[in-house]
């Protein structure tokens, strides 16, 4: 399993950015998908999670500017970041939901100016 997120970056506050994972050794439609964010000293929060049917939920702080979505035949897991916050600060990955790891494969820095 190897899970590899990119897209991160130096933005200013109100700006987007596209995040992607990608993913190997399994099939993102076979799991629900998550995007969390690691801000510093923290541990890791869920922001944005997609079910096996496509169902999305967001952390009540992202709702309305973050959106999760996948490409199967790419398998790959996307997030749109929009009016970013300065809170939104963060290493971001993306992981399978409702399973025991501890491994998180690479993290992609979003860091937002205010």
């Known amino acids: 399993v190897q899970l590899q997120a990119c897209g991160g970056g130096l933005v200013q506050a109100g700006e987007s950015l596209r995040l992607s994972c990608a993913a190997s050794g399994f099939g993102v439609s076979t799991y629900h998908m998550g995007w969390y964010c690691q801000a510093p000293e923290k541990q890791h929060e869920l922001v944005a999670h997609?079910?096996?049917?496509?169902?999305?939920n967001y952390a009540d702080s992202v709702k309305g500017r973050f959106t999760i979505s996948r490409d199967n035949a790419k398998n790959t897991v996307y997030l749109q970041m929009s009016s970013l916050k300065a809170e939104d600060t963060g290493i971001y990955y993306c992981n399978r939901l409702y399973i025991r790891t501890n491994y998180w494969g690479k993290g992609t820095q979003v860091t937002v100016s205010s």
């Open positions: 997609i079910s096996t049917t496509g169902t999305t």
